[in-house]
């Protein structure tokens, strides 16, 4: 399996112009495909100066956009998700059959990506098919994925907390909100936490099947 880094300059995507705009960074954590042509995404903002709620309700109307959650807020942060009308990025990397670990722009109008590759070819064929679309791509790493964790630190922490407490037996015995007291977070953080966490186990386990 490969991984590989690059960066998109002038891409029409809501997190370079607000990164830009606002002096901030933005980070897409996961991000699937959407009905025919969109996205669904969570996403993460550091750095933020302005007024959350006013810079929330300007990504709100910017046409592309679908349907904007907030679901934790602090000073200068926000963790939400998001709804993206047409996001050909995101059925590019999965048609050509890689993996979105990761994307982020920090208003030098360009977004990073961070992929793996699945089958072999994958990632030539996603360079391929992202410079046909005209894109000003440039790559910034490929190397080996080796001995990567499945899961992050926080993710193990959270849904090993949550498989000794009972939040996987039917029915379960013990709560979002019991398991948030427990660990010190959030319950939104928790509940985003554990479907990480899970995605990132059964994403691992098919990809030895294949």
Known sequence: MMEAEFSIRGLCFWISDFAA?????????ECIPWRKKGGQALFEINGL????ES??????????IVSLEVME?????VVGSVAVRELWIIWAIV??????????????????????SGSEGSLPNLIKTIS???????????????DRPVVTRKQEKVL???LERGFFDFPRK???????????????????????????ILKSFFEKRR
């Not at 705009?21 to 954590?29: M, P, Q």
């Not at 100066?49 to 959350?52: F, G, H, K, V």
Request: aromatic content about 4%.
């Open 21 to 29: 705009e606002r002096s901030c960074t933005v980070t897409i954590t």
């Open 49 to 52: 100066e302005a007024d959350i």
């Open 55 to 64: 810079a929330m309700s300007d990504v709100r109307a910017r046409p592309e």
């Open 73 to 77: 807020s602090s000073e200068g942060r």
């Open 95 to 116: 048609d050509c059959g890689c993996f979105l670990e990761s994307a982020w722009s920090s208003g030098d109008n360009k977004v990073y990506f961070k992929v793996l």
């Open 132 to 146: 046909s679309r005209g894109a000003d791509i440039e790559i910034n790493r490929i190397a080996r994925a080796v």
């Open 160 to 162: 090993r907390l949550a």
């Open 174 to 200: 013990v709560t979002l909100e019991e398991l948030a007291l427990m660990s010190g977070m959030s319950t939104s953080t928790v509940a985003e936490t554990i479907k990480r966490g899970e995605r990132n």
